[in-house]
């Protein structure tokens, strides 16, 4: 048995090594036109095949056209990556935030990986912003914050700026909108030039701080690497010391409250940070601060019932909820947020428009699925149908999926019903707009910062297929639902727009100014 066992795990990984390598060399491998083609039919037949309101903002003859015109443009072979440069602006031209083209990744062997794991590559330790048109280091995570307030000019002999045209050039928010583009070509920067050049081990950087120009070399290096000479000196190793019984029980007990707050407001790893934060501000409790990452991790409910319990019972008068760079995540969690906003009855979302009467299926079911997904789906298949036929309905000649959000409510008990302000920038998308949506067709809030990138009538998500193109394997992602608040502004195609329009500066952020809060807080202090 033991050598059975053996065996197939040497069989798994030679058949994983078989794959990575048969994968990389399909990507790099230069395609023919003809094959180029089919893929782009393809992206297109799954779009018109899925997404329930494709021609929402680009028309179908202008949609046509754009993927008809890439046909024609495409004479010669290209590798994947090129092939993704050309491709990612016609996707684009759908307008819809929520669909997107990835790129074509290098794969790696388990040996690999764990190599890769030991080291970081110094250029990921920096955090930028897109600000004045201009790209900066607002913050680094490594040791050296010598380029925090720096301007970066050029990644090798490239133009930022040119880099930032293309990449905005290759992924859409929802409509018109050009918030979202600004905010997350800044925040994203890094990504986005991976997909441009793939992995690479050093890279040359022109930054300018202070009207000093200069070059420095960003390179791949072990974590555990010392910068100074002083470091290379091993540290006397730490006394072990033997706990006592009440010792380890208090620290288990600590390290269980640690999960459990972890788990309530949401930790995220890589920054540190808290998902879901709260405070007072100032000295009483009449103002209260909420800050939200994010709608997709962490027990949420525990969070909103002790919070607004807290302004409950402080009767606070005024609460800021800030919204700015959350993504989206949950509708499950802004309509439990909600219920605490509300004043009044609501029907939080409208029934969704789907292509068909069985929609979860799509999302589970192709060509990237896990075996193991394709497995309980077809287990689960039965009691999934019967759910998709029973609360699916034909209205007007259109299918609607009817969520549970799609009833009318009451508000909670411990609802908030003083003064509320929201706080948005163009990375506050999806589920953030959604809520948004509500919060201003209801007057219900006083909003400051920018437009949001997620459109105010809806979005197509929800459920997600995700497609890989056979000849080049990228992938294509895209919505199969069409998620909106029963409110609706003409005309269509933009965010939910501020009271009060604030756009933060690089000196803002370097002198570490909220200028949207200032307001709030000056606000307040007035009235």
Not at 158 to 178: C, H, M, P, W
């Amino acid at each position: 048995m033991r050598k059975f066992t053996i065996f197939l795990i040497s069989f798994s990984f030679c058949i994983s090594c078989v794959s990575v390598k048969k994968h990389n060399a399909q990507i790099e491998a230069l395609h023919t036109p003809e094959s180029l083609h089919m893929d782009i039919d393809r992206v297109y037949n799954q779009l018109k095949k899925h997404h329930p309101n494709l021609y929402q903002y680009t028309s179908k003859t202008d949609l046509d056209f754009k993927f008809d015109s890439l046909k024609r443009a495409i004479n010669s072979p290209i590798n994947s990556r090129d092939f993704y440069k050309k491709l990612a602006p016609v996707v684009a031209q759908v307008k819809q935030g929520h669909v997107s083209l990835g790129s074509a990744y290098t794969e790696y062997t388990r040996k690999e990986l764990k190599a890769l794991k030991k080291k970081k590559f110094e250029f990921y330790d920096l955090d930028f912003e897109y600000l004045d048109h201009k790209l900066w280091v607002i913050e680094t995570r490594g040791k050296d914050s010598s380029l925090v307030g720096a301007e970066v000019l050029k990644l090798e002999n490239e133009n930022v700026s040119d880099l930032i045209t293309g990449f905005k050039s290759r992924f859409a928010s929802d409509g018109y909108n050009q918030t979202l583009q600004n905010r997350l070509v800044g925040r994203n920067f890094s990504t986005f030039y991976f997909k441009e050049k793939g992995f690479i081990d050093i890279l040359q950087v022109q930054f300018k701080l202070n009207d000093s120009v200069f070059i420095k070399t960003l390179k791949r290096i072990d974590k555990k690497e010392k910068t100074k000479e002083n470091d290379s000196i091993a540290p006397e190793p730490k006394p072990i010391i033997k706990l006592s019984k009440a010792k380890k029980k208090q620290n288990r007990i600590a390290e269980r409250n640690k999960r459990k707050k972890h788990r309530e407001l949401g930790f995220i790893a890589k920054s540190k940070e808290y998902t879901r934060n709260f405070s007072f501000i100032g000295k009483d409790s009449a103002t209260a601060y909420i800050k939200i990452r994010g709608f997709n991790n962490g027990n949420y409910r525990k969070f909103y019932k002790k919070s607004f319990k807290r302004l409950d019972s402080a009767k606070t008068k005024n609460l800021v909820l800030d919204l700015r760079d959350n993504g989206g995540g949950r509708i499950a969690e802004i309509n439990y947020l909600y219920s605490y906003l509300a004043k009044t009855k609501y029907q939080f979302m409208a029934p969704a428009e789907v292509n068909r009467r069985l929609s979860f299926f799509p999302a589970f079911m192709n060509n990237t699925s896990s075996v193991a997904t394709k497995i309980f789906m077809g287990i689960a298949s039965p009691f999934i149908a019967v759910d998709n036929l029973l609360k699916t309905k034909k209205q007007d000649g259109k299918l609607y999926y009817r969520f549970p959000y799609s009833k009318e409510k009451e508000p909670r008990e411990q609802n908030y019903k003083g003064k509320l302000y929201v706080l948005t920038n163009g990375n506050s998308f999806s589920a953030s707009a959604l809520i948004s949506t509500h919060l201003k067709a209801t007057k219900r809030a006083v909003f400051i910062g920018e437009e949001t990138g997620g459109a105010y009538n809806g979005c197509v998500a929800g459920l997600y297929k995700i497609y890989q193109l056979p000849e080049t394997r990228l992938k294509i992602r895209m919505g199969l639902m069409q998620i909106e608040a029963p409110f609706k502004q003409n005309p269509d195609g933009f965010g939910v727009k501020p009271n009060i329009e604030i756009t933060p500066t690089i000196s803002d952020r370097l002198s570490g100014n909220d200028p949207e809060l200032e307001w709030v807080l000056s606000n307040i202090s007035k009235n």
